[in-house]
């Protein structure tokens, strides 16, 4: 049976077309793309099915990248409020300081 497979961005399509090279599809499945099968990225078969462990490895990258996104933005903000919490703690001795 014949399934239509997803490739990851970076696996060089344009070359493996060129050079008649294989790709390996998010699932494993390694083909040879042609000027008919291959093109966007996508291994499209015409009234053929598309892979399921290709779909969910999909949905599985973006919600990765989404996570690593969030948590970049989260220790960007952590490391924000410690240097703020940093700096209040410095005003708050040199006030003790000039008071005493």
């Known amino acids: 049976m ?3 497979h997803l490739i990851p961005p970076d696996s060089q399509l344009q070359l493996a077309l060129i050079e008649g090279t294989e790709v390996e599809a998010l699932c494993g499945h390694r083909f040879t793309p042609t000027l008919t099968v291959g093109s966007s990225g996508r291994a499209d078969v015409p ?12 949905e599985l990258r973006k919600k990765y990248e989404l996570l690593a996104e969030l948590r970049t933005n989260l220790r960007e903000n952590m490391n924000a409020i410690e240097e703020r919490i940093s700096l209040i703690q410095i005003e708050k001795s040199l006030q003790k300081e000039v008071t005493a």
């Not at 009234?47 to 999909?58: E, I, R, V």
């Open 47 to 58: 009234g053929a099915a598309w892979c399921d462990a290709c779909d969910q490895t999909a």
């Open 2 to 4: 014949t399934l239509n």
